[in-house]
């Protein structure tokens, strides 16, 4: 299979992170690759997968020592001939060390090259290749797992044996059309076409199902944190964080710009942002970060709004008082209608417990959760509320998946859908097998089997410059 691959200009990239280190990796991949990795090392040939111990030359003497691995193509990573050199971690070795192989005729690799040379060369799809990214990138034990299910392959099994099952359908469909009067079968209405579909929909909504959980799993959830002045905000980002990360005082105004921070709540990561206090001001900096805060809040995925429910007693009619200062009305209807959340602070201070930590959701008020800030009550049931909110309940095996796949899985299903509506109300199976193929496109684009260059572009060049 990997016997015709044509191996391309050689490439060069430092592999490992910036700064000191015990070990430092330079990763070479291209047709010159194991001549230059002979040349740097005075070698008259490396053996490959064989670990080799020696000096690293310059044209000027020695540059490092360490450890030399030649991976012969189509037995690597990107499928070309790869050289590895191991040597000490620190950033002047390895400049010098890049240096000496472009002398010797590497070029400095383009941000995920080695990972675009995998994929052209059948080594990895696309999926895969996201994966990587992915797996570097993770900030919780939960997406490092999923990705790396993502890489050994899941998520583009579960894709490609749906593309088959299309494909199986498509020449059935096909065969019916063609030869409509075989064995006096009515093939476009005897029901097995319309079966079929229905067992590709039930697979798709299943991939679906998983992907929605992997994007959250992903990317996570905007929650921004908003409310007056001294409500609580920055005591309660500070709690769900578990360290002091907002400044926190009796003076009205304290924060005056937005602060985000980034955390891992139950496997669900929150991209959280608190905001200055709503409020009339005089004071200029505090205008801006009053600005700064709507902005948020338009962006914002769910919305909490805190408040003293020692003081408050009618909390809607304050979210809607301090967001028309700032937001349209039509913005003010939908984050009532998707995104809103009541924070009763300060619930250690009431006389009268509530029933529940949680209020129930009424069709002309949002649910709220008491909390206390400063002694933690209600904090699980908010945590529990975020992830009820965007309905995150990963499973064990969930996979990464990101919003192109999404989108890729909705329009297969529309098409899908559209294949079931021309088969059973106008007989119609030219329009069958049309729809049908533009499922299969949707889902090609998932694994990269169909897919434009301007994409693949964007997806590589997100990628650090050695993967």
């Keep these: 299979m990997f016997m015709s691959i044509i191996q391309q200009p050689t490439i060069a990239a430092i592999a490992t992170p910036i700064g000191q280190g015990g070990v430092g990796i330079i990763r070479l991949s291209g047709k010159d690759a194991y001549q230059i990795g002979c040349a740097i090392t005075k070698r008259q040939s490396l053996s490959p997968r064989v670990a080799h111990f020696g000096s690293f030359f310059g044209s000027d003497g020695v540059i490092d020592e360490g450890v030399i691995i030649y991976f012969k193509a189509p037995h690597s990573f990107t499928g070309e001939d790869v050289v590895e050199l191991q040597g000490h971690g620190g950033m002047i070795l390895q400049n010098m060390l890049l240096a000496r192989l472009f002398e010797l005729g590497a070029r400095q690799a383009t941000a995920g090259e080695f990972s675009y040379r995998a994929f052209e060369n059948d080594k990895i799809d696309l999926v895969q290749a996201e994966a990587i990214s992915d797996a570097i990138s993770a900030t919780s034990v939960a997406q490092a797992s999923s990705a790396i299910r993502s890489l050994s392959g899941e998520f583009s099994n579960k894709i490609n044996d749906l593309s088959e099952k299309l494909t199986q359908l498509r020449l059935y469909v096909e065969a019916a059309i063609d030869f409509p009067d075989e064995e006096d079968v009515d093939f476009l209405s005897d029901g097995v076409i319309e079966k079929k579909i229905n067992l590709i929909l039930s697979?798709?909504?299943?991939?679906?199902?998983?992907?929605?959980?992997?994007?959250?799993?992903?990317?996570?959830?905007?929650?921004?944190?908003?409310?007056?002045?001294?409500?609580?905000?920055?005591?309660?980002?500070?709690?769900?964080?578990?360290?002091?990360?907002?400044i926190v005082t009796d003076i009205a105004g304290t924060t005056r710009d937005t602060l985000e921070e980034t955390l891992v709540l139950d496997g669900l990561t929150v991209h959280l942002t608190d905001t200055a206090g709503l409020r009339d001001t005089t004071d200029q900096v505090e205008k801006i970060g009053i600005e700064r805060a709507f902005d948020a809040i338009n962006k914002a995925d769910i919305l909490l709004m805190v408040y003293d429910v020692s003081v408050e007693n009618d909390p809607l009619a304050l979210a809607k008082s301090l967001f028309s200062e700032g937001l349209p009305e039509a913005n003010i209807e939908e984050i009532f209608a998707k995104k809103l959340v009541l924070v009763a602070n300060k619930c250690d201070l009431l006389t009268t417990k509530p029933s529940s930590y949680v209020s129930c959701e009424t069709e002309n008020l949002p649910k709220t959760v008491y909390v206390s800030c400063e002694t933690s009550e209600g904090i699980t049931q908010l945590i529990d509320l975020l992830k009820e909110k965007v309905g995150f309940h990963p499973p064990e095996n969930s996979l990464i998946a990101r919003t192109r796949h999404l989108d890729a899985l909705k329009r297969a299903k529309q098409h899908i859908l559209q294949a079931h509506e021309q088969l059973v109300y106008y007989h119609a199976g030219e329009l069958v097998a049309d729809s049908l193929r533009q499922a299969q496109q949707s889902l090609g684009e998932i694994t990269g089997q169909m897919s434009a260059d301007e994409l693949l572009g964007k997806i590589f060049s997100s990628f650090c410059i050695g993967k």
């Excluded at 994007?215 to 996570?220: N, S």
């Excluded at 001294?230 to 990360?245: D, H, M, P, V, Y």
Aim: aromatic share 0%.
């Design 203 to 246: 697979g798709v909504d299943d991939i679906l199902a998983t992907a929605k959980q992997g994007q959250l799993l992903r990317d996570g959830v905007h929650v921004v944190l908003a409310g007056r002045p001294n409500a609580g905000k920055s005591s309660l980002l500070n709690r769900l964080s578990g360290t002091q990360r907002a």
